[in-house]
């Protein structure tokens, strides 16, 4: 379900090659907090978590292990994931796998 084949599995095809289902999705990590956080300790760990995200060693483990990485603050997360949400609704209809 990936944009481009893996050059690892190069015979491989994607989602798209194979069904032509225009989807792709990988991997995601995010933190949440308990629903009524305050807010003035939600900024605190939303600054704290950027901080480590942006840390040099944060960036070079992930790289070092094929990861990509994106930061988002709660909003941003929380449009990932409806927008997600929403395409893999749409490539499980596409597959005959949900209702139309």
């Not at 960036?59 to 990485?69: S, T």
């Not at 395409?87 to 796998?97: H, I, N, P, Y």
């Amino acid at each position: 379900m990936a944009p481009a084949r893996n050059a690892a599995f190069a015979d491989v095809p994607t989602l798209k090659e194979a069904m032509g289902i225009d989807y792709s999705t990988g991997a995601w990590r995010g933190i949440a907090g308990p629903k009524g956080l305050p807010a003035d300790i939600a900024a605190k760990l939303t600054a704290t978590l950027k901080k480590v995200f942006e840390a040099r060693e944060f960036k070079e483990f992930m790289a070092n292990r094929g990861f990509g990485a994106v930061w988002g603050d709660a909003g941003e997360f929380t449009a990932f994931m409806d927008k997600g949400d929403a395409q893999m609704g749409d490539a499980m209809k596409a597959a005959g796998l949900a209702k139309s």
